[in-house]
Structure formats: structure tokens, C-alpha cells
């Protein structure tokens, strides 16, 4: 799992949980990365205690979109959001 520390590995990995569209595939996702990358650090990082933040991205966890900001911040990287299919809707072609 040390290849999670690249950057463009870690957001494969997270996009292909993301895909599969299962909210527990992801945070468990986020955690793998988070712990690769050290779970005290990010949570440090992001504002968060270390109990706190593996709660949030345990199975039972219910995190909020302010947790998932602040760790992806953490981890220097980012949301977004694009078109399925990366197409772009006939109003802005």
C-alpha cells in the first residue's frame, strides 16, 4: 500500500471505490489512505482527533462533508465533481 503515497495513485484509488458507488468502499478507501499516510498526522492536519477520525471512517461512521474536506486537504488533495461519461451537457458545448 505504499504506492498510496503518490498523490495520483491515492486519487486512483479513491475514484475507483467511488465508482462501485458504495459510501462504505470509500471511507474505508479514505481510511487505507489516511493510515498509509499516517492517521495521527492527518488528523492533526485536518482538525480532528485521531479517535474521532477512525470512528468517521469505520463502517458505523457518519461523517460530514466538512470531515471528508479537511482530511482530502490533509492529504493534499481535493474534491470535485464532472459530468458522467466526462461529457458535457448540450447547454454548454
Known amino acids: 500500500m505504499g504506492e498510496l503515497m503518490d498523490p495520483c495513485d491515492a486519487v486512483a484509488y479513491l475514484e475507483a471505490t467511488l465508482?462501485?458507488?458504495?459510501e462504505e468502499g470509500f471511507l474505508l478507501a479514505l481510511r487505507t489512505v489516511a493510515e498509509v499516510h499516517g492517521i495521527v498526522e492527518?488528523?492533526?492536519?485536518?482538525?480532528?482527533?485521531?479517535?474521532?477520525l477512525y470512528m468517521t471512517l469505520s463502517e458505523e461512521g457518519n461523517p460530514k462533508l466538512h470531515t471528508h474536506m479537511a482530511m482530502l486537504n490533509s492529504l493534499e488533495l481535493r474534491r470535485s465533481v464532472?459530468?458522467?461519461n466526462n461529457q458535457q451537457s448540450a447547454e454548454h458545448s
Open 19 to 22: 465508482q462501485e458507488e458504495e
Open 42 to 52: 492527518i488528523a492533526l492536519i485536518a482538525g480532528v482527533g485521531r479517535e474521532s
Open 82 to 84: 464532472a459530468p458522467e
